[in-house]
């Protein structure tokens, strides 16, 4: 049996740089958006071409902060589902699988052509900062989209959304606009595990280059302090 070997063609950057706070599904939260990118033998704008007449797109990649294993593992436990049930690993999208990758449908914002050659702005990502890419193709809805389709155990574990409050320790001026509505976001959507909950914990996340710290009870998240790493 051949051995296959593929390389990144380019890697995506946003605000978050570890994996707490990273949006469970792509289109979950729309305001989080990052920039792809590529390496210089792909900066081609030819390579291009057409794309920007497509509002989606695919994005094929790896989960490169997760390490790889020797044995083969064929059940994960979903933190959707409490972490404390099993299911097969090709029945979930858990990081945890053979060779890592990631599928991700991002809304293309932007093509921008710089001197340094294309740069692709994408929105409702699902990855961290400096994951790398290893494929682009078009969301063709026609094709991809399949309205009766069915979402097996996760029919129903739709987020409720939280209310994000901001107390008066919390500096918001260290955020532009966008990273206030895109962090807000991030954390309405309740970024901890599903079996934590703890009201007295008070939890930390990366986001850009500060630390937010914040508490949830009930219904309400309160970002509590923010605070440059």
Not at 156 to 173: H, M, P, R, W, Y
Not at 190 to 206: C, F, L, N, T, V
Request: aromatic residues 10%.
């Amino acid at each position: 049996m051949s051995n296959f070997q593929i390389k990144p063609i380019g890697y995506i950057y946003n605000n978050l740089p570890e994996k707490f706070g990273v949006p469970r599904q792509s289109g979950v939260i729309s305001e989080f958006s990052g920039t792809i990118i590529l390496e210089p033998e792909y900066r081609s704008t030819n390579a291009l071409r057409g794309l920007a007449d497509f509002s989606h797109i695919w994005l094929i990649w790896q989960f490169s902060k997760v390490p790889e294993v020797d044995e083969f593992n064929p059940t994960v436990r979903p933190p959707r589902l409490g972490g404390n049930e099993r299911m097969g690993v090709f029945a979930t999208r858990s990081p945890f699988r053979p060779n890592r990758l990631g599928l991700t449908v991002a809304k293309l914002e932007e093509i921008e052509e710089t001197d340094n050659g294309p740069v692709i702005h994408v929105s409702g990502i699902d990855m961290m900062n400096g994951t790398p890419i290893f494929d682009i193709k078009p969301y063709i809805p026609y094709a991809d989209s399949i309205p009766q389709a069915k979402s097996g155990f996760t029919n129903g574990l739709s987020s409720k959304l939280l209310n994000v409050i901001f107390t008066e320790d919390a500096n918001q001026n260290l955020l532009s606009n966008h990273e206030l509505s895109e962090l807000t976001a991030i954390l309405s959507h309740d970024p901890r595990p599903a079996y934590q909950d703890d009201p007295e914990r008070i939890y930390g996340m990366s986001f850009k280059n500060l630390n937010i710290h914040f508490k949830i009870e009930n219904d309400n998240l309160t970002v509590i302090k923010i605070n440059e790493a």
